[in-house]
Every structure is written in C-alpha cells, then in structure tokens.
C-alpha cells in the first residue's frame, strides 16, 4: 500500500506559476497528477514513468511540468502561464508497483490505484 501526500495548492493569477508536490510512502512505478473542475469528470494533467517519460494532456502541453525525484519518492508539476481553466482540484496518483520503469505511461485515471488527497489550485483572472 502506497500512500499520497499532495501539497501546494492555492490562488494564483492568471500568468502566474505555481508548483505542486506529492510525496510517497514508498518507491513507484508510474505517476500521474489528475484534476476535477467543478462539475466535470476528472483527467488526466500529466503522467510520468520512472525512468522520467512524461505524458502531458493537450491542454497543458508546453505550460505544465512533471518530474519526479526517485530518491525522495516525490513527484513534482511545476504549472506556468496559468489560465482560469486550469482551475480545479489537482490529484496525484500512482499505479501499480509492478509495472516496468520503462513502459509508457498511461492517462487513463483507471490504470492507477494508489491517489492522494486532492489539492485546489484557483486561478483568477
């Protein structure tokens, strides 16, 4: 059992930065971090293997950063020239611990098992 700690959230300004962090109880394959506006399903932001390839969802392509650092079992997303959709609650998630560092991972919220708290990122125009 893995368990999430998500940390970082908070109001911004459009334009504006802003990171977030999740730090792990244990190593980990695949990560991800998910959001959930108000009112619509939650999908997928970015997702990271372990050996660092990354994911991102069209809408956050060239703005938003996922890394991870191994050893500190932490992931990262570093959010730049936010917008006022990027508003949501922001979720940090991991899959199974048994998948190859290697393989591609997924978007599909369904693929992974372990989640964190929520964190809400509001950003204003």
């Known amino acids: 059992q893995v368990q999430l700690v998500v940390s970082g959230g908070g109001s911004v300004q459009a334009g504006g930065s802003h990171r977030l962090s999740c730090a792990a109880s244990?190593?980990?394959?695949?990560m991800g971090w998910f959001r959930q506006a108000l009112g619509k399903e939650r999908e997928a932001v970015a997702v990271?293997?372990?050996?660092?390839?990354?994911r991102y969802a069209d809408s956050v392509k060239g703005r938003f950063t996922d890394s991870r650092d191994n050893v500190k079992n932490t992931l990262y997303l570093q959010m730049n020239s936010l917008k006022p959709e990027d508003t949501a609650m922001y979720y940090c998630?991991?899959?199974?611990?048994?998948?190859?560092?290697?393989?591609?991972?997924?978007?599909?919220?369904?693929?992974?098992?372990?989640w964190g708290q929520g964190t809400q990122v509001t950003v204003s125009s």
């Open positions: 244990g190593s980990t394959a695949t």
């Open positions: 998630a991991a899959g199974p611990a048994g998948r190859a560092r290697w393989e591609t991972p997924s978007l599909n919220k369904n693929e992974y098992i372990y």
């Open positions: 990271i293997n372990r050996d660092g390839f990354t």
